[in-house]
């Protein structure tokens, strides 16, 4: 390590008329290693103030080590967040300082200095997504602009996996101490028990998860129902929207309204539904469809006891 010492003098006060001059006379001096001076520079010196061809000046500026060191990012991460902003990402480099600030492309966004080799910043949000250039400055001077760092940014809307996550961590239970933002296995998990839960419930109404169906389904399901059953004294077909059993009024209703001669203990009786048309029309068929059975079972029966 040198210390090297200059002495510059002008000769001329540069003044057309008589006195002292009162502007600025400015020397700077610049050492490098190599005759072009676009790369990393080794000193600088000050600025001197020239009065009468004396000299009037501070003591030369001695640039710190440390300032040598030139800021680098490594990494990003992580790397991709929302168009919305607020993500907290972490910058992952070398010889960092105190007052870097972080430029995603061209905002400028406030920096915590972690340690030497980290630094916690809040992304700024953006309008469209895409992939910035993440830079470091300082005092209007710009680093890493030759390797920067890349931050993606990635749109609400847009159906990836990433926008499935978000939209499923706000459906599946929280709970206390979880942080702000599940990890996608704790989603997957919650996700997968709320479904088994969802599934493992017992169903009162065999027809609420298939939805509508064409009668002529209907009918064939209804058969297949009661030649499996065809010893039971009474069978209850529900549909009800709610799920619940229905109340004696409805059971004394269907029985009063029932085509079924009173000699017969059997019961076929649907509850009505108030719910939907598709509900009406269902209750209305299967009624009719359990009714003309049984009178043909009971046709049958007859003339076999003969």
């Not at 760092?149 to 459906?171: C, Q």
């Not at 933002?181 to 169903?203: F, G, H, N, Q, T």
Request: net charge positive.
């Amino acid at each position: 390590r040198f210390f090297l010492k200059f002495f510059l003098k002008c000769n001329q006060n540069c003044l057309k008329n008589a006195g002292n001059p009162r502007d600025m006379r400015r020397f700077q001096v610049v050492i490098s290693l190599i005759p072009s001076v676009e790369g990393q520079l080794m000193a600088v010196s000050d600025n001197m103030f020239v009065h009468n061809n004396s000299k009037h000046g501070r003591r030369a500026k001695r640039l710190d080590p440390t300032e040598a060191a030139i800021p680098c990012i490594k990494a990003v991460s992580p790397s991709e967040g929302w168009t919305s902003g607020g993500s907290t990402v972490i910058i992952i480099g070398e010889n960092f300082f105190d007052g870097l600030q972080v430029v995603f492309g061209t905002m400028l966004v406030w920096s915590e200095l972690i340690t030497n080799h980290a630094i916690r910043v809040q992304t700024p949000p953006r309008h469209i997504p895409g992939v910035v250039e993440v830079t470091l400055s300082f005092k209007s001077k710009q680093f890493c602009r030759g390797a920067p760092g890349r931050f993606i940014y990635v749109s609400l809307s847009e159906p990836n996996i990433d926008y499935g996550f978000h939209r499923l961590g706000k459906l599946v239970p929280r709970h206390p101490g979880d942080p702000e933002k599940l990890p996608k296995e704790i989603v997957l998990k919650r996700a997968a028990d709320l479904a088994e839960a969802l599934y493992s419930m017992p169903r009162n109404n065999q027809f609420s998860l298939t939805g509508h169906r064409t009668p002529a389904s209907i009918t064939h399901q209804m058969n297949a129902g009661f030649n499996s059953y065809a010893g039971q004294l009474a069978v209850t077909v529900q549909e009800n929207a709610n799920g619940q059993w229905p109340s004696e009024d409805d059971y004394g209703r269907s029985i009063h309204n029932s085509s079924v001669s009173p000699s017969s203990s059997m019961d076929f009786s649907i509850p009505p539904s108030t719910t939907t048309p598709s509900a009406h029309y269902n209750h209305s068929f299967l009624q009719a469809s359990s009714s003309t059975y049984l009178n043909l079972y009971c046709a049958k029966s007859e003339d076999s006891s003969f």
